[in-house]
């Protein structure tokens, strides 16, 4: 399955254009095998959700993967797709990987304001507050090799109550409870 995601350029990460997922990453391989430094960035968004208790869920990534297989990883993740706000795609990847819809909110006061609100409704949803944009340098394994890749990644919090995120076995494919 094809997916068009965003890129950009590390000489101008202000301009963004529009490029296959599976030929960045083989684009960037090759130019770290050449080079040894990667020349483009993909946008990514990267969640951390928190229970009452201050736990974090993280997930045990499928050994299925060619991208760090079996390691553990943040509670929820992905690449914006090109015409998509990183807003937007946290929303879908909350769905998609958690079955819990999202509200995603920029600035620790709206946060806060709306944690509040919603309060008695966190057993169903997820609160999530939107942090900077920043492009970072990743160490990843692809199908065995260690690489250096580049993203612009917008790392963002979440928080919601116990109860409401199933366990996810991502190896089988199913969800289930604890």
Known sequence: M????IVRSLTDPNEEFPMDRAEFYRE????????GEPTKAADIIAVFIFN???ELLIQKRSFEKSHNPGLLDKS??????????????????????LQVPSVVLRGKLS??????LLNDYLETIAIIEHHHDDIQVLTRNIDGE??????????TWGFTMGGSVPWIARQRGYCGTR
């Open 2 to 5: 094809s997916e068009t995601v």
């Open 28 to 35: 960037q391989v090759e130019a770290f095998k050449t080079t």
């Open 52 to 54: 009452s208790h201050h």
């Open 76 to 97: 929820i993740g992905g690449h914006i797709r090109f015409g998509d706000t990183p807003d937007y795609a946290v929303m879908v990847e909350t769905v998609q990987e």
């Open 111 to 116: 946060f806060e304001k709306t944690k509040s």
């Open 146 to 155: 260690i690489f250096r890749l580049r993203t612009n990644c917008t790392p």
